[in-house]
């Protein structure tokens, strides 16, 4: 027969061997992830976490939980790592799928717009949608759209980011501008027609009024052509 006192050295024994352990329980593994993806998309977000994770347990103590995100988009499905690592070092890792949505209130596209048409509340309205995987977040835009033109063709139902629009140009092909040519100290005033569409600050030509003389100008935000001879 085993003696009381070995009896008791074997109970020592393993009390020690699992206080040497350390155990993860899902649920807490859940809560953390969570209230990890919130501080980086904030509590407004949809955060849906698999139904459940499940235990882990390591012999070593002190081992240290943590999240891997990569460089991905938290929007839409992603993987999100789950490492453990004791004194540093990785001794197990595993990723859980996260589906992450978020909503915005954005600017979109309700019939086709064309290029280099202007948009209006009659093109393009204000909807609250879902921003998936593909779009910046800190490239949409709202009702500062409006006024702002198509840079390319944009089809029925688009989310309208900041790439796809430009600023109204400060003179348009085609417009009746008014001319300022400088000779030194010398100003003439005219007009004429512009040739192209351009911004404040950027090149245009133009043809001169009563004569068909080509001039290259800058446009002002005036919607003038300062020319410097």
Excluded: W
């Amino acid at each position: 027969m085993i003696k009381f006192g070995q009896i008791i050295i074997v109970f020592f024994l393993v009390i020690l061997k699992l206080n040497a352990q350390t155990h993860f329980f899902g649920e807490e593994i859940k809560q953390l992830l969570l209230q990890e993806i919130q501080s980086k998309v904030g509590e407004n977000a949809e955060i849906l976490l698999p139904k459940s994770i499940q235990d882990y347990s390591f012999p070593q103590r002190d081992i240290e939980l943590s999240f891997d995100f990569g460089e991905q988009n938290l929007l839409g499905n992603v993987l999100i790592g789950i490492e453990f690592r004791h004194n540093g070092n990785l001794i197990k890792r595993i990723q859980v799928p996260v589906r992450i949505k978020i909503y915005r209130k954005v600017l979109v596209a309700n019939r086709s717009i064309l290029r280099g048409e202007t948009l209006t509340n009659e093109n393009c309205s204000l909807e609250t949608r879902e921003i998936t995987s593909n779009i910046d977040p800190n490239g949409l835009t709202d009702e500062n759209g409006f006024g702002k033109i198509a840079k390319h063709n944009l089809v029925r139902g688009t989310i309208i980011t900041n790439n796809l629009i430009q600023d109204m140009p400060a003179v348009r092909r085609g417009d009746k501008v008014r001319l300022i040519i400088l000779y030194g100290s010398i100003q003439i005033t005219t007009t004429g027609v512009a040739l192209n569409d351009a911004n404040a600050g950027e090149p245009v030509r133009v043809r001169r009024d009563g004569s068909n003389n080509l001039l290259t100008g800058m446009a002002s935000s005036d919607g003038c052509i300062v020319i410097a001879k």
